[in-house]
T-cell receptor
């Protein structure tokens, strides 16, 4: 079945460590996105990418990094520079242009700093 | 710049009441898309509707209806005869082309509580 997969579902990080969240899609979508959601809050855009090897900062990119080496994959690294990383992270993919679609979301990764 | 405003943080209704969730957007793009998503307590985002900027027809799907008005930059969502299962957080979203990139942003969400 086509879809978007995030892993892991739960992730625990010690302070000072970098962690990488995985996001894979087999929908052949060009655009991919990462969002952060804090309790009782909306979705804030971290990074987005429309083509391989290119990505753009969203509204809260500081302390995060991404790569887009393959169309299907858009991993997010939460670096030690992110001072408050505990949150729910959602990845999405979307068709664009002539193939525009709604955004499809993964199940999310809940990151906790311990 | 793009912006989505959902001014209603929380709404509480009794079952069978009608409820309208407001969404106001800002964009300089002439072509854009608007969306509504539902987020139940389990956390996943459930797609409800997508509307492009050239289609101002209102839409009805069962108990759900959407009113898109470009003149007021609004895309409001009405649930008729609400049910307890409608309790969730609802997000309005906007997709446009900022500098040639397909940026997708969300409003802060409206938490709807439907009580028996």
């Amino acid at each position: 079945d086509g879809g978007i997969t995030q892993s892991p579902k739960y992730l625990f990080r010690k302070e000072g460590q970098n962690v990488t969240l995985s996001c894979e899609q087999n929908l052949n979508h060009d655009a991919m996105y990462w969002y952060r959601q804090d309790p009782g809050q909306g979705l804030r855009l971290i990074y987005y990418s429309q083509i391989v090897n290119d990505f753009q900062k969203g509204d809260i990119a500081e302390g995060y990094s991404v790569s887009r080496e393959k169309k299907e994959s858009f991993p997010l690294t939460v670096t030690s520079a992110q001072k408050n990383p505990t949150a729910f992270y959602l990845c999405a993919s979307k068709g664009v242009g002539a193939e525009d679609t709604e955004a499809f979301f993964g199940q999310g990764t809940r990151l906790t700093v311990v | 710049a793009q912006k989505v405003t959902q001014a209603q943080t929380e709404i509480s209704v009794v079952e069978k009441e009608d409820v309208t969730l407001d969404c106001v957007y800002e964009t300089r793009d002439t072509t854009y898309y608007l969306f509504w998503y539902k987020q139940p307590p389990s956390g996943e985002l459930v797609f409800l509707i997508r509307r492009n900027s050239f289609d101002e027809q209102n839409e009805i799907s069962g108990r759900y209806s959407w009113n898109f008005q470009k003149s007021t930059s609004s895309f409001n969502f009405t649930i008729t005869a609400s049910q307890v299962v409608d309790s969730a957080v609802y997000f309005c979203a906007l997709s446009g082309f900022s500098g040639g990139y397909n940026k997708l942003i969300f409003g802060a969400g409206t938490r709807l509580a439907v009580h028996p």
